[in-house]
């Protein structure tokens, strides 16, 4: 692996648009401030599985987050995959300028302290530990080891080309 600085032959925006085009699943990741015991959430795009065996799954988030040093430093979060009528929840979850972002929504602490979301706006959840990170350019890469999970037959809210969608009708929605 070279250290070697490297220049792109191409703009952020231009990455951006082609990292669009690839179609990602929407969840809501929780976890809570040991000081206060406030709930805290975000809505993130970047989730995917890691091992089986171990069970394993990452998210990542960006360095400039003002929620990073929460999520860093916490032992636990929960990963809440949204079900496809959940554009609202996943809107509330996705600006600071949210006051309560779990004002009116269904929610309790799970036994690892983070919130956890009704199952009824998710397909799946993952309760997870925080088991390692990794640094990787303007974001930090959190590996989560799955403690419980949860699975629905809801179809899943989707991502792609900078909106949210609809997922097709599949053989989990009939």
């Known amino acids: 692996m070279s250290n070697k600085k490297r220049q792109a032959d191409f703009t952020e925006d231009e990455f951006r648009l082609a990292l669009g085009r690839f179609t990602t699943g929407v969840t809501i990741v929780t976890t809570t401030d040991p000081e206060t015991k406030t709930p805290i959430g975000l809505t993130v795009s970047s989730f995917n599985s890691v091992s089986l065996n171990p069970p ?20 636990h979060y929960n990963i809440h995959i949204l079900a496809n009528d959940q554009i609202d ?18 929610w309790e602490f799970s036994d690892n302290g983070a919130p956890l979301l009704s199952s009824n706006y998710c397909s799946a959840i993952f309760e997870c530990a925080n088991e390692q990170q990794h640094l990787a350019g303007d974001h930090l890469i959190m590996v989560g080891y799955v403690e419980r999970c ?13 909106t949210f969608d609809l997922t097709p009708t599949s053989r989990f929605g009939k």
Do not use: C, Y
């Open 89 to 106: 929840l996943a809107m509330q979850f996705s600006t600071a300028k949210t006051p309560d972002r779990f004002g009116g929504i269904d």
């Open 56 to 75: 394993l799954v990452l998210w990542s988030l960006r360095l400039a987050s003002h929620n990073l040093e929460l999520f860093k430093n916490a032992s």
């Open 150 to 162: 949860q699975h629905t037959n809801k179809l899943p809210l989707v991502f792609h080309a900078g």
